[in-house]
C-alpha cells in the first residue's frame, strides 16, 4: 500500500515530521517498507536560465554555456545535449552534488580545454524519468534560483507500509489517518462525505438474479446515471498522485475511481451508458461464457464466477475487472457509476481460479465497509461532477446493507491479564473510540460495538491489541524470568533423544537420510504386514498412496530402485520415523530403518578397478543394527540373534533381535525375491529396521560395578578352536559356551571359519572359534592354558554336542 504525505494530510491534520509518522506507523502495527523521498534527494538541485550557449572551441558535439542559477554570479557549464540553447530554463547541479543517475559526485572539472563549473540535468540523471536525449526542458515562466523539487510537485514523501490480510480498513488512506489520529499524531479530517440528492431516477435498472442461500454473493449493489460529462485527462494533480503509487492515469472518469479505491478503501465502476444495453443483472457467469476485459486478455468465465450482465452478456467480472467493451473513453457522455458488496470468499476464489490481481480484487477479498458503499458513490458522483460536469440521477439500489452488528461484553480488566500492562480505563476508551468504536456501559465493564469497517474484529482479545498497539507495545516493562531452583529438567523424552541420536548414528555409519511419504500403495502395504482398514486414507491425495505405512523399508526399497535407474546403483539410504500398526494411538511406533543396495557396503568399497568390491549381504544390515543399538546404549548382553523373520525377508539369510521371545525389538536381513519382484525392485538388497519404542529403558540406578581404570599390562593368549557340531547348531551358542567356561580369562570369541561340504557328514558342520585368554595378576602357564582350553571344549560339548575336531 503505497502513498504520498501530502495525500495523508488531507485527512490527518498534523504537524508531525516525516520520520515520527513512518516510526508511528510501525509502532502501531502498520509497518513501514520503504519511504522514497525525492525532495531530500534532489534538495541541491535549482532551476536555472541559460544566458548564453556558443559552440566550444575543442568539441562540435559541447556547448559552452552560461548559466544563471539566481545566486550571484553566471556561473560557466560545459553541455553536450543537443537541446541547449540560449534562452531556455533547465536544472542545474552546482560541483559536489550527487547525480544519481550517473553515481557520481560533481567536482569542478576542466573538458576539452574550457572550464566547467556545474552541470545542467537531464532526467533520466535525475531518475525521475527514462529520458536522457538533452536536458530538461522547463517552462519560461519558471521561476530561477527556486528549488527544482518543490517546483515539478517531487517533494511530495512516497510511503510505502505492508498491510496485514487483517486490516482491510487500512487499504485506505483515510484508514490509514485514523490509525495515525488514534495514535497521536494530529486529527482526523472529513470523515462524513455529503449526500448527493438527483432530481431524476435512473433509467437503468438493477436485478439480483441468485438462487436461495446465494444472496450472500452480493449483498448490495447501488447504480448512478451521470449525464452530459466531458471525459478527458484528469487534472495533472490526480495524475501525480496515481502515477507515484504505481497507477497508470487512463481518463478523469477512471481516474476518479481509481482515486476513491485508494483515498476511502472503496473500489467503484464505471460503465459507458451508451455502450450498455438493457437493465443490468447480477448474476452467476454461464459456463462457457467470454468476457474481453479492461487488459486486453479474454477470459472464460464458469458459473463459479459473478458477473455483472446487460442484455448482450456479461459486462464485468464482479469486484475484480471490468469488460473492454464497456469502458469509459474520451467519447463518453454519459456514464453508470456501479458500487457495490461482493462476497470475500467469492471474490479470492474467482481471483486465483482466472489468475486476475487487481487493486479492487485485494480490497474486496478483504472485506469493505458496508456502510460506505452509498456514501462512495456519492463521494465518486461529486468528483465526477467538480472534473467532467453532468446531471447525476438518483441511485438505483438492489439488495440492502447486511446487519453486521456486533456487541462484545469488555472487562478493562482484560487489558491487564493478556499484557501485563496497566492502561488507564479513560485511555483505553479514548483509544477505542478515536479507533471508531462505540463504548458504553458500567465502569469495570463495557459493551464494545466494532465500527462496520473492522470486520476483524471478534472478541475480548480483539479488542486489547487495539489498546495496546495504540498506547505502545514500549511500555510494557521488561520482566526477568525468576531463577529455577536445581538442575533443569531435560525436556526430550527418552524417545525423542534416541530418535536424534539414532540419525547422527546412521549418518555416520554412511548412510543418506531419507524421507519418504507415511503413506503407501494398499498392495505394499499388505505386502509388509498391514493393510488394515482403519488404516486406509479418506481422502488419498494419490491412488498409489492410500494406506499408512506398517514400515520403514516399502518407502526405503522404492527410493533406491529410483537412484538405481537413475544410475546411482550403489546406495545406502535410511530413514527414523513413524510407522502404524493401527488407528489407536498405542499402534503409532518410531522405528529405524536402512537399506544398502548393490556394492554399498559400509567399508564403502562398491566397485574398484581391482574387482575387490562385492555386494552386500545380511552380515552388512546385521553390522548397521548393532551399530545403532551401541551407540543407543543397549546392552547387548542378553540380546538374542534368532534365525528368520518376517515374511518379507529371506528366511535363510535374516535374523530377529529380541530380549526374549515377549521383546522383540527388531530384524535384519536380505530381502525375499519375491517382495523384490512385487515392488519391482532389482537386488541385491539387504536392510533392518528396529521399533525405537520396544527398547529397553536405561537402568535408573547407576550399578554398583566399579570401571576398570588400569589397563592389563600382560601379554593376552588366542587360542583355536574348530568344532564339528550338528548343522541345527547356531554358531552364537557355541560363542556363548565358550564364554561362560571362564567369566574372568575369556575375553573374546570370534568365528572365523564356518565349513560345509567335502569330509564333512552330510548332517554335520564345521565351526572354528578364536578365543582371546587375557591373565590379569601373573603369565599364564601351560598347563593353566591347557586346562582352561579343556574347560572351553567341556562346556561347547556339553551345551551344544560338538566334537573336537581332528
Known sequence: ??????????????????????????????????????????????????????????????????????????????????NARTGMKSVFAA???????????????????????????????????????????????????????????????????????????????????????AAGLGTLKGDVVQQWRGDRECPVS?????????????????????????????????????????????????????????????????????????????????????LLALDGRTYTLDDNIVVIADETGPESIAGIMGGEHSGCDESTTDVLVESALWDPLNIAQ???????????????????????????????????????????????????????????????????????????RAESKVILEQLGFHVGGGTDRVKVAPPSWRPDIEGK????????????????????????????????????????????????????????????????????????RSLRLANPIAADLSDMRPSLLPGLLLAAQRNADRGLTDVALFEVGQCFASDEPEGQTIKAAAVRRGMAKSSGVGRHWNGGGRAVDAFDAKADAMGLLTSLGIPTGGLQVVSGGPDWLHPG??????????????????????????????????????TLDNLPPPKSRPTRMKPKLVLPELQPVSRDFAFIVPRSVQAGEIVKAAQAADRQLVVGVDVFDVYEGPGMEADRKSVAIAVTLQPVEKTLTDAEIEAVSAKIVGEVAKKTGAVLRA
Not at 553515481?103 to 556545474?118: A, P
Not at 466531458?230 to 487512463?250: A, D, Y
Not at 521488561?478 to 541420536?501: D, I, N, W, Y
Not at 555409519?509 to 499388505?526: C, K, N, P, Q, Y
Request: charge should be negative; glycine fraction near 10%.
Open 1 to 82: 500500500m503505497k502513498f504520498t504525505l501530502s495525500w495523508l494530510k488531507d485527512h490527518l491534520d498534523t504537524s508531525a515530521s516525516l520520520d515520527e509518522i513512518v516510526t508511528t506507523l510501525t509502532r502501531i502495527g502498520l509497518e513501514v517498507e520503504g519511504v522514497e523521498d525525492k525532495g531530500r534527494l534532489l534538495a541541491p538541485y535549482r532551476i536555472a536560465s541559460v544566458i548564453s550557449a556558443e559552440q566550444h572551441p575543442n568539441a562540435d558535439r559541447l556547448r559552452v554555456c552560461i548559466v544563471d542559477t539566481g545566486s550571484g554570479e553566471p556561473v560557466q557549464v560545459v553541455c553536450g545535449a543537443p
Open 95 to 181: 560541483p559536489g552534488t550527487y547525480i544519481p543517475g550517473k553515481d557520481i559526485t560533481l567536482g569542478v572539472g576542466t573538458i576539452r580545454g574550457v572550464e566547467s563549473r556545474g552541470m545542467l540535468c537531464s532526467a533520466a540523471e535525475l531518475e525521475i524519468s527514462d529520458d536522457h536525449e538533452g536536458i530538461i526542458d522547463l517552462p519560461a515562466d519558471a521561476p530561477v534560483g527556486e528549488p527544482y523539487a518543490a517546483y515539478a510537485g517531487l517533494d511530495d514523501p512516497v510511503i510505502e507500509i505492508n498491510l496485514t490480510p487483517n486490516r482491510p480498513d487500512c487499504t485506505s488512506i483515510h484508514g490509514i489517518a485514523r490509525d495515525l489520529a
Open 206 to 290: 438493477v436485478q439480483l438474479d441468485f438462487d436461495a442461500g446465494d444472496e450472500r454473493l452480493c449483498p448490495l449493489f447501488a447504480l448512478r446515471l451521470v449525464r452530459g460529462v466531458r471525459n478527458g485527462p484528469s487534472p495533472e494533480w490526480m495524475q501525480r498522485r496515481l502515477r507515484v503509487i504505481g497507477l497508470r492515469p487512463i481518463n478523469t472518469l477512471v481516474d476518479i475511481t481509481n482515486y476513491v479505491t485508494f483515498d476511502r478503501g472503496r473500489p467503484l465502476h464505471v460503465f459507458d451508458a451508451a455502450k450498455v444495453k438493457g437493465n443490468l443483472t447480477v448474476r452467476r457467469a454461464r459456463a462457457g461464457e467470454e
Open 350 to 424: 474467482s481471483g486465483r481460479r482466472l489468475g486476475i490481481i487487481t487493486d479492487a480484487r485485494y480490497r474486496f477479498e478483504r472485506g469493505v465497509d458496508p456502510m460506505f458503499t452509498l456514501p462512495g458513490l456519492d463521494l465518486a458522483t461529486r468528483m465526477i461532477v467538480d472534473l467532467c460536469g453532468g446531471e447525476p440521477t438518483k441511485i438505483t439500489i438492489a439488495g440492502s446493507v447486511p446487519d453486521d452488528t456486533r456487541l462484545i461484553d469488555f472487562p478493562w480488566s482484560e487489558v491487564r491479564r493478556l499484557t501485563g500492562l496497566d492502561v488507564p
Open 461 to 532: 482479545a480483539d479488542l486489547v491489541e487495539e489498546v495496546i498497539r495504540i498506547a505502545g507495545l514500549d511500555r510494557i516493562e521488561s520482566v526477568p524470568l525468576p531463577p529455577l531452583g536445581g538442575v533443569t529438567k531435560p525436556v526430550l523424552t527418552l524417545l525423542q533423544r534416541r530418535t536424534r541420536l539414532a540419525k547422527r548414528t546412521l549418518a555416520a555409519r554412511g548412510l543418506v537420510e531419507a524421507v519418504t511419504w507415511s503413506f503407501i500403495a494398499h498392495d505394499h502395504a499388505v505386502l509388509f504386514g498391514g493393510g488394515d
Open 653 to 690: 539369510r535374516s535374523g530377529t533381535l529380541q530380549f526374549g521371545p515377549r521383546n522383540v525389538i527388531g530384524y535384519f536381513g536380505e530381502l525375499h525375491p519375491k517382495l523384490l519382484k512385487a515392488l519391482d525392485v532389482k537386488g541385491p538388497v539387504v536392510g533392518f529396521e528396529i
